[in-house]
DNA sequence: GAAAGGGTTAAGAATTTGTAAAGATTTATC
DNA sequence: GATAAATCTTTACAAATTCTTAACCCTTTC
């Protein structure tokens, strides 16, 4: 479970971002002042911090450079530009200004704690079959496959498009910059190689003909 | 020199970005449709993409799947809370909304480019391997293993996106900073070397070729 | 039953990748 | 500043993979 620390002396403020971040699922740790803030960082390193800017005993300018390593929103009722800008070069990593919409200061947090976590990849899933875009890898049934660039082209635009279908020209004109030369002829090769394969892994047919129409997925 | 990518069809606001982002010291390329954007993506990855919602052809939303792996900073008239929830849940790290300071949105950039420069951590470890990006030393199984300048920007551009295919092109533009001559022939040699001296320290094969698309680490 | 669409196979053409060696360039050393 | 070492690029060619063509069959439609 993250751990969000709310630095926030106003008391009304500070319990209704405590509650919205406790029902989300975040564990939650405050401080009303710079100092207090200070001992927090240092005891329960938090993954996250929400600082207001208008602290009793230390402003929040001074606090930022103590939170390096941990990314900083400030929430503050200063909107000039000048603020902000100041602010994120000392390096926060994001401002929001009250009144703020909690759902949107919701979806900026996710935004920061998603980063760290997370290697990219690019998953399309329909029934039976998975591709993985970025490392260009297949299963059919959880049988890894191996596909040549053409096929995994095709095979991608049927996942895109699933239980729809797809004609023939859409299909060539789609995979054109991969093989620009593929005629009809060479496509009807294509799909029969495809099928092989994922019916060698799969066990059954993935790829339906819609006679005179094009392809779609089973 | 960064580079960001604006992708606008509007002529007078893309206009006034490039030239304020010109002037700040990026290096700036344009897209004014979504089929060109996912162009320019696969030709010259950005290493900052700032995106308008709407677009011909393919709507912003769509688009952002396709970004993967690159901060995108959605500029759009929408100022709907759900819009910009919607949005960053959907992959976007920050969302700003016109009319905009252009002061405040060079500030965000500077924010996410400031993140993706400083590295989490020096230490790029997949299975096996083991780098440090500061002091410049690569480890196979433990064994040391010294490696050329090429080399060495080659295996931590594969090791920084483990277990993903990084074309040629790509490749070859990420390194082109170090080694601005270096061809796709070149290229080959360098990655054979590289593979000589990972399989002589560690005893087996860590990079692994997918047929006309790039490579990756096993 | 003829015509057109779809499916399969095999083989040659074309593309891509892997490796070695030599020349060109940069960097280090005396 | 000259020489040696290291590194990078080019060239050439072999090996592997993939693509297209072409021929032939089957199925559907009219």
Redesign the pocket.
């Given at each position: 479970m993250k751990k969000i620390a709310i630095i926030e002396d106003d008391e009304y403020i500070g319990n209704m971002l405590a509650e919205a971040l406790t029902e989300a699922g975040y564990e939650v740790t405050r401080a009303y002042s710079g100092t207090e803030a200070l001992m927090l960082l240092e005891k329960r390193r938090p993954d996250l911090i929400l600082m207001d800017l208008m602290l009793p005993g230390m402003p929040g300018e001074s606090l930022l450079p103590c939170c390096r390593g941990i990314p900083v929103i400030v929430v503050s009722a200063k909107a000039g530009v000048d603020d902000k800008v100041n602010l994120l070069m000392d390096g926060a990593v994001d401002y929001v200004t009250k009144p703020f919409q909690i759902k949107e200061l919701l979806a900026r947090i996710a935004v920061r704690l998603r980063e760290a976590q997370a290697p990219v990849s690019a998953l399309l899933e329909t029934e039976g079959l998975r591709m993985d875009t970025v490392s260009h890898e297949v299963w059919a049934e959880g049988v890894p496959i191996?596909l040549?660039?053409?096929?995994f082209a095709i095979l991608k635009i049927l996942m895109q498009n699933p239980a729809q279908v797809v004609s023939?020209s859409s299909l060539l004109d789609r995979i054109s910059s991969?093989?620009?030369?593929?005629?009809e002829?060479?496509l009807?090769?294509?799909?029969?190689?495809l099928?092989?394969k994922l019916k060698a892994a799969g066990g059954r047919e993935y790829i339906e003909?819609?006679?005179?129409?094009?392809?779609k997925l089973a």
């Open positions: 191996h040549t660039r053409t096929e023939k991969d093989t620009p030369d593929c005629g002829n060479s009807k090769v294509h799909i029969s190689n099928r092989r003909a819609v006679w005179g129409i094009g392809f």
